[in-house]
């Protein structure tokens, strides 16, 4: 087990081509460990977004390079590629994404199924994911009996269940009040704590502190970054 | 400055000596607004000149002057929690200040002026929210207090980026727009101030 999730090697993205082309993402470096949670930060059209469907496998750059726990995404047939995304990575949506036919619990065993387990079986690790975000008492209920933050955390636990360990989030927060979004973040902060790693694409100064490293992107490249210091220096001056 | 009303609400819970005061205000405020002794008696000082508070037992023993509130100063804590906090209009703010000035200048990047400053916040912010998540649950009225003063300066600091991107975007407009060229020095000296005197050597 390495403890690099994700790198980005020289990642460019282009849509269209010759004088049309626009350049969503141009020559971007990036790493993700475990036990860290990077956001990414920009206006709209900064490339964010596309960051985060790259980095997830679900388009490949242009040019550059994925590497996901070790695996070069441009050497993997379709495919394996399904299958990585199946078990490696797990994406929570601004709009949560959940089916609203299924409960929960069905809802968060979803991906374990389509990687073959028996119902019964992934029935176990969706209940653990569930304990995780506090929500094992709502386990059969449908995502509409559920408050949106409720929903949110199903989805992160969807994200994390079987142990997957590479949290790409898209504006996770978005859809939610202040309050509801915060104790969403927590939960996202625990699962990297405890040894996940994530991307956190947002626009919310506040969400984004709860990272270890922030991002800044402009015109599809990195033009800053934020880390947070390792002593408290500033509160300890403030605090006298 | 609230610490002379924040005084007068705590005296309004009973008589106090010039330290316990500055160890009420203190634990009430997560130690956040640092106050020395000296303001506290200068504080005190004004509070009973004003006929807010008077002098009441001296503790021989400890040597400890208590001060207990008045009728008038306890209305004047009533005032004070049912009005609001006034905000100075006139800005002093050090950031704004500094932004005004460098989009006038020549040879300044200001994008990276501003990329700076919001990188030094946001991680500022982080650390805030570190500390906030250290005690998310507060255990007491002395944590509570603390963390809303956390959270105050946790929305500050993120006012202060929301303003810094705000800033960035009116900025691009403006040199889209061609309004951004620095402003040169006027050479036409202004006729105020002190009058130019002809200096004679004679």
């Known amino acids: 087990m390495t403890d690099e999730l994700l790198r980005l090697d020289g990642v460019s993205m282009q849509y269209g081509r010759g004088e049309t082309a626009v350049t969503a993402l141009a020559g971007v470096d990036l790493r993700v460990s475990r036990g860290e949670l990077v956001a990414i930060m920009g206006a709209s059209g900064s490339g964010k ?121 898209d504006e996770p927060t978005g859809a939610l009040d202040s309050t509801t979004g915060e104790v969403v973040l927590k939960m996202l902060r625990g699962r990297v704590d405890a040894g996940a790693g994530g991307i956190l694409v947002t626009h919310d100064a506040r969400h984004a502190a709860w990272a270890d490293r922030i991002v800044f992107l402009r015109d599809g490249r990195i033009v800053d970054q934020a880390e947070a210091p390792t002593v408290t220096t500033y509160f300890d001056a403030v605090r006298g | 400055m609230s610490v002379r009303q924040s005084l007068l609400a705590i005296l309004n819970q009973g008589p106090c000596y010039g330290y316990q005061l500055r160890t009420e205000f203190d634990r009430r405020t997560g130690s956040s607004w640092p106050v020395n002794v000296g303001q506290i008696y200068n504080t005190l000082d004004r509070l009973e000149r004003d006929k807010l508070i008077r002098k009441s037992e001296v503790d021989t023993e400890q040597q400890n002057t208590y001060f207990e509130i008045t009728d008038a100063g306890r209305i004047e804590v009533e005032n004070w929690l049912g ?120």
């Open chain 1, 49 to 169: 977004s596309t960051l985060l469907t790259v980095a997830g496998g679900l388009t490949p750059p242009t040019s550059g390079e994925v590497i996901v726990e070790g695996h070069w995404l441009s050497g993997l047939s379709a495919r394996q590629l399904a299958t990585l995304r199946r078990r490696s990575l797990g994406f929570v949506f601004q709009d949560f994404n959940l089916i609203p036919s299924l409960t929960a619990i069905e809802n968060v065993a979803l991906p374990l199924e389509l990687d073959g387990w028996k119902t019964r079986k992934a029935r176990r690790p969706a209940l653990d994911a569930l304990k995780v975000v506090e929500l094992a008492d709502r386990a059969d209920r449908y995502p509409s009996d559920l408050s949106g933050g409720q929903q949110q955390r199903v989805a992160i636990a969807r994200a994390v269940v079987g142990g997957r360990s590479l949290i790409l989030a």
């Open chain 2, 83 to 202: 009005s609001p906090v006034a905000r100075s209009t006139a800005t002093r703010d050090e950031l704004a200040i500094k932004l005004a000035i460098a989009v006038t200048l020549p040879g300044v990047d200001i994008a990276k002026v501003i990329q700076i400053q919001r990188t030094a916040t946001i991680e500022t912010l982080q650390e805030l929210t570190r500390t906030k998540n250290a005690t998310d649950n507060p255990e007491s009225s002395e944590q509570l207090a603390w963390l809303l003063i956390v959270d105050s300066m946790i929305f500050a600091a993120e006012a202060e980026v929301r303003w810094l991107d705000h800033s960035e975007t009116r900025l691009a407009r403006a040199i889209a727009a061609g309004v951004a060229s620095p402003i040169p020095l006027n050479t036409d000296i202004p006729k105020r101030g002190r009058p130019a005197r002809a200096i004679s050597h004679d």
